[in-house]
Nanobody, 123 residues
Framework: QVQLVDTGGGLVQAGGSLRLSCAAS????????KGWFRQAPGKEREFVAS????????YYADSVKGRFTISRDNAKNTLYLQMNSLKFEDTAVYYC????????????????WGQGTQVTVSS
């Protein structure tokens, strides 16, 4: 089993920055592909970014490209999401996810999930 714990959310003004972290424990987390998703009230969960196990491949939703950066530190079993130039529409609960192989945007393909961390951007 893989356990994921999301942290780093909070309240920030538009234009500000936050860094989310996802700490993993359990199986060999370093060999898993990982992603970030978010869900705003009344909306479906949507893909934000993903990264291959080595970190060599990264993928982003168009809405965050150029503003968000996904990264990982396998030695620390931690996944990160650096969020810059935050907008009001980035407000959501953010979830990290992990899967042995999948790095796509379909949330149903990921096997493991964090509990979520709230990001609120004030306009």
């Amino acid at each position: 089993q893989v356990q994921l714990v999301d942290t780093g959310g909070g309240l920030v003004q538009a234009g500000g920055s936050l860094r989310l972290s996802c700490a993993a424990s359990g199986r060999t987390f370093s060999s898993y592909a990982k992603g970030w998703f978010r869900q705003a009230p009344g909306k479906e969960r949507e893909f934000v970014a993903s990264i291959t196990w080595s970190g060599a491949g990264t993928y982003y939703a168009d809405s965050v490209k150029g503003r968000f950066t996904i990264s990982r530190d396998n030695a620390k079993n931690t996944l990160y999401l650096q969020m810059n130039s935050l907008k009001f529409e980035d407000t959501a609960v953010y979830y990290c996810a992990a899967d042995p192989y999948y790095t796509g945007s379909d949330s149903h393909e990921y096997d493991y999930w964090g509990q979520g961390t709230q990001v609120t951007v004030s306009s």
